[in-house]
């Protein structure tokens, strides 16, 4: 799956969706005339993520040009960015008057057909859109569901095979036959489509729970259960609520719907899958076009909901994510799951105290839902409130029971909340123990194995965990600094050297692996590359006392060896999971599965 998602962002990337002179297949450049600032202004705001303002920037200059193909095309992605489709049908209307096979215009004219449940006229649109590879497997997918609206199974699942060319497209097709013939009543079909794609793809949710549906509801219990026993070796234990919920209604007998149970559903499926894999591996823009398409179909779906939020989560959009949650149904699986997000937005926006509020309540509404109580630690972790940190972690320890191998992140939170507040011997019983419960986590190996050698002490077993760390997580360039930092306070200039200049390759604008490169430039003679190293580590916004420093050594150098100062706090900035800079909660614990 992650090939195909790969191959997926390189298909658009090498036929963009959202030209005109792609669309149309030819060379010919449309002029911006009128308004050409509020074109500029309109792509600083879109390339900063700010959509709304882009919107009303590319819709400024289409008032006074409006046949401009350019603006055309602007102000209805954006409009379909925001969600605001009424507008968007008007202006694919205007498009595809101009361009009939226009990608993007086709796609929304479909989708609004389809809406007013007029499938033939949603045919023929998503038909003018398959222009481009990716147009083509978009408009084959949906087209698919068109064809079986209207009646047509074989001509449905026949299109569904016609296209042969697209290697990483065949998972959705498999899959969408797969849940067109379960919805067309021809079971054994539709389980041999998905034994096929559950073959290769048994981490999907989606998938999970289409398959593990269709064999409840075919009366096979047992393969349903199987299925989800499956998927859950696969992630490791990291189930999916809504996998949870599965089980749990197969274990009491409940009465088992499918997963998609009209056309509609389906059509909005095709462009939450496409939406999901985009916006989850990079492509927010494509993704969240299609995820706004998802949701005109399907208003309600929790799945596109929630990825949608999570794309404004990605691009700091907060206040529009915790509306987005807002939108999800009460009752559903991933409730709970949603009210930690919206917490943790709510301090992201400096609402500390309705975060915190929020997340008592859930506490006190469920003893046995330990989630509130580790997100309410780890906000207090994130603003430095150490012994407050420490406090709710002991709730969550005390709730859980018998500590399980996934256990291993409380721990490991509570042991560097210990190690901020000075209390190393909790601090390292904890990561000891996060380590016990889960050996290969290149995170506590890197934290435990670095302040051991801080510390000088453990040197050898400190040393083997910081490298066992780099071997299991080769490309992170925090740990990657952290055995070269811990080769400098070793006094092993050479060899630091070598590995700060990798972690320095892998995060060339983090401002403390620079400083760390420049001390290290300094003690093997390398003088100018020294300064020219801790004259960067400035122009990367270091923190205030780190910036002074800075400027100490530029004038003056290190001290002569032997009386070498660190240039960083202990147990700080050489771990991968410590705060280099302020850290939000959402990168110091795994966030609520919600997709």
Same mark, same amino acid.
């Given at each position: 799956?992650?090939?195909?998602?790969?191959?997926?962002?390189? @298909?658009?990337?090498?036929?963009?969706?959202?030209?005109?002179?792609?669309?149309?297949?030819?060379?010919?450049?449309?002029?911006?005339?009128?308004?050409?600032?509020?074109?500029?202004?309109?792509?600083?705001?879109?390339?900063?993520?700010?959509?709304?303002?882009?919107?009303?920037?590319?819709?400024?200059?289409?008032?006074?040009?409006?046949?401009?193909?350019?603006?055309?095309?602007?102000?209805?992605?954006?409009?379909?960015?925001?969600?605001?489709?009424?507008?968007?049908?008007?202006?694919?209307?205007?498009?595809?008057?101009?361009?009939?096979?226009?990608?993007? @215009?086709?796609?929304?004219?479909?989708?609004?057909?389809?809406?007013?449940?007029?499938?033939?006229?949603?045919?023929?649109?998503?038909?003018?859109?398959?222009?481009?590879?990716?147009?083509?497997?978009?408009?084959?997918?949906?087209?698919?569901?068109?064809?079986?609206?209207?009646?047509?199974?074989?001509?449905?699942?026949?299109?569904?095979?016609?296209?042969?060319?697209?290697?990483?497209?065949?998972?959705?097709?498999?899959?969408?036959?797969?849940?067109?013939?379960?919805?067309?009543?021809?079971?054994?079909?539709?389980?041999?489509?998905?034994?096929?794609?559950?073959?290769?793809?048994?981490?999907?949710?989606?998938?999970?729970?289409?398959?593990?549906?269709?064999?409840?509801?075919?009366?096979?219990?047992?393969?349903?259960?199987?299925?989800?026993?499956?998927?859950?070796?696969?992630?490791?234990?990291?189930?999916?609520?809504?996998?949870?919920?599965?089980?749990?209604?197969?274990?009491?007998?409940?009465?088992?719907?499918?997963?998609?149970?009209?056309?509609?559903?389906?059509?909005? #499926?095709?462009?939450?899958?496409?939406? #999901?894999?985009?916006?989850?591996?990079?492509?927010?823009?494509?993704?969240?076009?299609? =995820?706004?398409?998802?949701?005109? +179909?399907?208003?309600?779906?929790?799945?596109?909901?929630? @990825?949608?939020?999570?794309?404004?989560?990605?691009?700091?959009?907060?206040?529009?994510?915790?509306?987005?949650?807002?939108?999800?149904? #009460?009752?559903?699986?991933?409730?709970?799951?949603?009210?930690?997000?919206?917490? +943790?937005?709510?301090?992201?926006?400096?609402? =500390?105290?309705?975060?915190?509020?929020?997340? #008592?309540?859930?506490?006190?509404?469920?003893?046995?839902?330990?989630?509130?109580?580790?997100?309410?630690?780890?906000?207090?972790?994130?603003?430095?409130?150490?012994?407050?940190?420490?406090?709710?972690?002991?709730?969550?320890?005390?709730?859980?029971?018998?500590?399980?191998?996934?256990?291993?992140? +409380?721990?490991?939170?509570?042991?560097?909340?210990?190690?901020?507040?000075?209390?190393?011997?909790?601090?390292?019983?904890?990561?000891?123990?996060?380590?016990?419960?889960?050996?290969?986590?290149?995170?506590?190996?890197?934290?435990?194995?670095?302040?051991?050698?801080?510390?000088?002490?453990?040197?050898?077993?400190?040393?083997?965990?910081?490298?066992?760390?780099?071997?299991?997580?080769?490309?992170?360039?925090?740990?990657?600094?952290?055995?070269?930092?811990?080769?400098?306070?070793?006094?092993?200039?050479?060899?630091?050297?070598?590995?700060?200049?990798?972690?320095?390759?892998?995060?060339?604008?983090?401002?403390?692996?620079?400083?760390?490169?420049?001390?290290?430039?300094?003690?093997?003679?390398?003088?100018?590359?020294?300064?020219?190293?801790?004259?960067?580590?400035?122009?990367?916004?270091?923190?205030?006392?780190?910036?002074?420093?800075?400027?100490?050594?530029?004038?003056?150098?290190?001290?002569?060896?032997?009386?070498?100062?660190?240039?960083?706090?202990?147990?700080?900035?050489?771990?991968?999971?410590?705060?280099?800079?302020?850290?939000?909660?959402?990168?110091?614990?795994?966030?609520?599965?919600?997709?």
């Amino acid at each position: 799956m992650l090939f195909a998602r790969t191959a997926l962002i390189a @298909a658009l990337v090498a036929c963009p969706l959202f030209s005109s002179v792609h669309a149309r297949g030819d060379e010919r450049e449309t002029e911006v005339r009128p308004s050409f600032g509020g074109y500029l202004a309109g792509r600083v705001a879109r390339g900063q993520h700010d959509t709304e303002a882009a919107a009303h920037f590319f819709k400024r200059a289409l008032s006074r040009d409006p046949s401009n193909e350019i603006l055309l095309e602007q102000s209805l992605v954006m409009d379909l960015t925001e969600g605001q489709i009424a507008e968007s049908v008007d202006l694919a209307q205007r498009l595809l008057a101009i361009h009939p096979t226009h990608r993007v @215009a086709g796609l929304v004219l479909g989708v609004d057909a389809a809406k007013r449940a007029d499938f033939a006229d949603a045919g023929d649109k998503f038909k003018r859109a398959a222009v481009s590879l990716v147009g083509e497997v978009t408009s084959t997918l949906a087209g698919a569901w068109a064809r079986y609206a209207q009646g047509d199974v074989d001509g449905a699942l026949n299109q569904l095979d016609g296209l042969k060319q697209a290697d990483w497209a065949q998972y959705y097709f498999r899959y969408h036959k797969a849940l067109i013939s379960d919805l067309a009543g021809r079971h054994q079909e539709a389980g041999r489509f998905y034994e096929r794609a559950f073959r290769s793809e048994q981490r999907l949710v989606r998938l999970t729970l289409a398959y593990a549906r269709h064999a409840a509801a075919r009366g096979d219990r047992k393969l349903a259960r199987s299925i989800i026993t499956e998927h859950t070796r696969r992630t490791a234990g990291n189930v999916h609520p809504y996998i949870t919920a599965l089980s749990d209604s197969l274990e009491r007998s409940d009465k088992v719907p499918l997963l998609v149970t009209s056309p509609s559903e389906g059509m909005s #499926e095709v462009f939450f899958g496409l939406g #999901e894999a985009l916006s989850s591996e990079g492509g927010i823009g494509f993704g969240t076009v299609y =995820l706004q398409l998802a949701l005109h +179909l399907e208003p309600s779906s929790p799945f596109a909901l929630a @990825a949608l939020a999570s794309v404004y989560e990605t691009t700091k959009r907060y206040e529009s994510a915790i509306r987005t949650y807002e939108r999800i149904p #009460e009752g559903t699986p991933i409730q709970s799951s949603v009210r930690v997000r919206k917490a +943790l937005l709510l301090n992201q926006l400096d609402r =500390l105290e309705e975060s915190k509020a929020l997340l #008592e309540r859930m506490a006190d509404e469920d003893a046995s839902d330990v989630r509130a109580l580790d997100a309410l630690g780890n906000i207090m972790r994130s603003r430095k409130h150490y012994e407050e940190a420490i406090g709710y972690y002991d709730r969550v320890i005390d709730r859980i029971g018998p500590p399980q191998k996934q256990h291993w992140t +409380l721990f490991f939170a509570r042991g560097t909340a210990y190690e901020r507040a000075k209390n190393w011997a909790k601090a390292e019983s904890d990561l000891q123990r996060a380590l016990k419960l889960s050996p290969d986590q290149p995170s506590v190996l890197n934290y435990l194995g670095y302040s051991w050698v801080d510390q000088n002490k453990n040197l050898k077993q400190g040393m083997e965990h910081i490298r066992k760390a780099v071997r299991l997580r080769p490309d992170d360039g925090h740990i990657v600094d952290s055995l070269g930092w811990a080769h400098y306070r070793l006094g092993n200039y050479r060899e630091s050297v070598r590995y700060l200049e990798r972690a320095v390759e892998l995060m060339p604008q983090d401002p403390i692996l620079n400083d760390h490169l420049g001390d290290a430039y300094w003690r093997v003679g390398r003088r100018k590359e020294a300064r020219f190293q801790w004259g960067q580590a400035l122009t990367l916004n270091p923190e205030p006392e780190d910036s002074d420093k800075i400027k100490s050594k530029l004038a003056d150098g290190l001290p002569v060896r032997g009386q070498a100062r660190a240039t960083k706090r202990p147990n700080q900035t050489a771990r991968g999971e410590a705060p280099r800079k302020k850290r939000t909660e959402n990168q110091v614990s795994p966030s609520p599965q919600l997709r």
